[in-house]
């Protein structure tokens, strides 16, 4: 038997080791029924909720799990109770928060559509009722764990992932507003971005003053101080801002003093303590990584409660220092060329990994596989895609479309939604619809739901996109720097090395306006000619180089040596206008610039205003597809796997398809979650013979199909 109980206590002074008068206890659950609670809160009303997750049915093979709230007075007796059950998924709710107007927000873990589990967010009233619910999905075996609510009534969610790409991006933060839509998302201290520090996890996190976060928990970090280099449990200090991006992580190197890890945060008058556990220490040698075999350090004496103070003070929120007016960041040129530094190795390392990931570092060889493959390879198709997903890149995704005589509807309904950046493309939805054989609806539905999900693929490639863009700031702001530098002789000298060490096109215009500016036609007419046989012009950049070369010729021939530009006459006139008519590119902007000081042209900025409708949900109509029967297995005979089509009335509840062999032994058993889908059964480890498939409620038999087995 295992059953919840609850405890109050009222602490006679602030010092461990004091006395503790027991004011009331209660016990709560069903007897002999595995119980476990996992979080527990103070309501408005001075009462306690409790968040209770319980073994629903008596299956060793396929335990399922339910979650029970329950709420009580402020003498812990029963108020109201909520259970959170269904008979074909998981749903476990591992911390719940109450706010002020009673509002209990909930997170956990869900594997009511992806079997390794999905975390969600719920926001209930105060008497349990839900008012919306939100679930998502990262990566493989992901739960929500610990939740905020800031003071703008939105909701932080602090979120694991636990499968072997997790461990290398294992942490995240999503802020949610108070109708349940995603405000942002982040990865906390990805392990390519610290490699010192080694599977890192939290346990706690609090909203700090200045709109940021700061995670306490604990990483692995070597002990160059043991003859064996072996990595040490270490505490775990991350202050981020308020998108998520890390401040200054402590401590970043091993440490005896900070042994163990930090269990819970509080703040007391700007000043933070952390909840230290130390007795146990876990420690593992990095050869052991993929195993990841942990070792009892030291378990005597018994547990001890250590609290650390951390005095790290933080500002009250400063508008204009969080929010800069800024075009560029600010800082010398040491700070900026450190940042253009730092960035690039960002870059080099997403990069990496993007190579490694994408088509498992293979898009040539995969892309050759299902180009090339016979129908009667279609089962060893599908497991490679899948082993590369979420990670499948655009072409390799089109190709497997295209390949319908391999890969079935059902095949690739799969390879889409474990890839849902497929379901944000509309060039390769195009390829699905050009389809000789249609998706049916329901499976396009599954497939258009990765437009709420935010890809593995996606977030490196966000991820990459953003320290891009750090590094052309960093780099513009270097640019400005020496342009502006009116003081030092060596500013122009040090702008145009800058400049021409810059492999990009815009750097190399850049470097030709410069010219330009100071009347260099020699050098900007050099340059201009040697663009063609650097780069790889597109037609429009084609367009684009003309225009500068117009641009460059016009210039020439109004230039006055030491008097500058003379007025345009009747001849350059119409060139002039001619490029200042496209006023989207530089060229243009320039010529404009010239009429205007000369009085040849009267120009007032034009106003774009945004349309009010920016985009569309892709809706996919196509003629119904669904089995006349209500149960279809094919192919039939099958060999490596068998596909099951069925359709079941709604009014029936606790259906499941099950496949038994000739003595009646059943092979394989699954819950109908839908009224019609489609699904892969793998038969590799099915012995040759022929079987029965069949759909039933409780005790009654909806649909048989038989099914034979060759090998």
Same mark, same amino acid.
């Given at each position: ?12 002074? &602030? ?14 659950? $069903? ?18 909720? #409790? ?22 007075? $402020? ?12 008979? #074909? &998924?998981? #749903? ?11 509002? $209990? ?131 775990? @200090? ?118 490694? &990931? ?19 390879? %279609? ?127 815009? %750097? ?12 260099? &036609? ?14 790889? @012009? ?59 000081? #000369? ?13 009010? @409708? ?98």
């Amino acid at each position: 038997m295992r059953a919840c109980v609850f405890i109050a206590i009222s602490f006679l002074s &602030f010092t461990f080791g004091s006395f503790a008068q027991t004011t009331w206890e209660r016990t709560y659950g $069903i007897p002999n029924r595995w119980e476990d609670c996992y979080s527990v809160t103070s309501t408005y009303d001075n009462g306690f909720l #409790f968040a209770i997750n319980f073994l629903a049915n008596t299956n060793p093979g396929n335990p399922l799990y339910a979650s029970w709230l329950l709420k009580t007075d $402020i003498n812990g007796f029963p108020l109201w109770s909520k259970y959170f059950y269904n008979p #074909f &998924f998981t #749903f476990g709710i591992f911390f719940i928060e109450s706010g002020q107007n009673g509002n $209990i927000i909930a997170i956990g873990q869900t594997n009511e559509v992806s079997l390794s589990g999905d975390s969600f967010i719920m926001l209930l009233d105060a008497c349990g009722e839900k008012i919306w619910c939100k679930r998502f999905h990262y990566m493989n075996m992901n739960y929500g764990w610990r939740v905020r609510g800031d003071s703008l009534g939105n909701f932080v969610l602090y979120t694991r992932s636990a499968s072997n790409i997790g461990l290398i991006e294992r942490n995240q933060l999503w802020k949610f507003d108070s109708i349940g839509d995603l405000i942002f998302y982040a990865q906390i201290i990805p392990e390519y971005e610290y490699p010192d520090i080694d599977d890192p996890s939290f346990y706690d996190f609090i909203c700090t003053p200045d709109n940021g976060f700061l995670l306490s928990g604990y990483g692995y970090m070597q002990d160059t101080t043991s003859p064996q280099q072996w990595w040490r449990l270490q505490h775990l @200090l991350v202050k981020t801002d308020s998108l998520g991006n890390e401040v200054w992580v402590r401590p970043d190197t091993f440490n005896l003093q900070y042994v163990g890890a930090l269990c819970a945060l509080a703040n007391y008058n700007d000043y933070y303590f952390a909840v230290s556990t130390s007795s146990i220490t876990y420690i593992f040698h990095p050869q052991n990584n993929s195993s990841r075999k942990i070792i009892p350090d030291k378990v005597n004496p018994p547990p001890l409660i250590n609290v650390v103070q951390y005095n790290y003070q933080f500002s009250t929120y400063d508008k204009p220092a969080c929010c800069s007016q800024t075009v560029y960041p600010e800082g010398s040129r040491e700070e900026l060329r450190a940042g253009i530094t730092y960035s690039e190795n960002k870059i080099d390392s997403i990069e990496q990994l993007l190579t490694q &990931f994408i088509d498992a570092g293979a898009t040539d060889t995969l892309h050759d596989e299902v180009a090339t493959s016979f129908a009667s390879q %279609s089962y060893e198709v599908y497991q490679d895609l899948m082993a590369a997903s979420p990670y499948l890149s655009d072409t390799v995704l089109k190709k497997s479309i295209e390949r319908e005589d391999v890969l079935p509807n059902v095949m690739i309904r799969d390879i889409m939604v474990a890839n849902p950046q497929s379901a944000k493309d509309d060039s390769i939805l195009t390829v699905l619809d050009n389809r000789f054989n249609p998706m049916p609806d329901s499976l396009y539905a599954q497939i258009l739901g990765g437009a709420e999900i935010l890809g593995a693929k996606e977030v490196l490639e966000n991820k990459l996109s953003h320290w891009k863009q750090k590094r052309q700031m960093n780099f513009r702001a270097l640019m400005h720097l020496f342009k502006t530098d009116t003081v030092n002789s060596w500013a122009q000298d040090s702008l145009v090395v800058l400049l021409e060490s810059e492999p990009t096109l815009s %750097s190399k215009y850049s470097l030709l306006l410069n010219y330009i500016d100071n009347y260099q &036609f020699g050098r900007a007419d050099t340059l201009l000619q040697n663009i063609p046989s650097g780069f790889m @012009l597109s037609p429009g950049e084609m367009i684009t180089y003309h225009r500068y070369d117009s641009l460059l010729a016009l210039l020439q021939l109004i230039y006055i040596d030491s008097l500058g530009y003379r007025i345009p006459d009747s001849t350059h006139l119409p060139l002039l206008q001619g490029l200042s008519g496209n006023q989207s590119d530089l060229p243009g902007v320039f010529a404009r610039n010239i009429l205007v000081s #000369f009085g040849l042209m009267e120009y007032e900025e034009s106003y774009i205003i945004q349309p009010s @409708l920016k985009s569309t949900r892709r809706i996919k109509n196509v003629s119904k597809t669904n089995p006349e029967s209500p149960l279809k297995v094919f192919p039939n005979p099958c060999s490596d796997f068998v596909t099951v089509e069925y359709l079941s009335p709604e009014s029936l509840t606790g259906k499941v398809i099950t496949i038994y062999s000739a003595e009646g032994k059943p092979v394989f058993s699954r819950p109908i979650e839908r009224t019609y889908n489609q699904f892969i059964i793998p038969m590799t480890s099915v012995k040759p013979g022929i079987y029965l498939v069949e759909i039933t409620t409780g005790n009654k038999s909806i649909a048989t199909k038989k099914l034979i087995v060759t090998k």
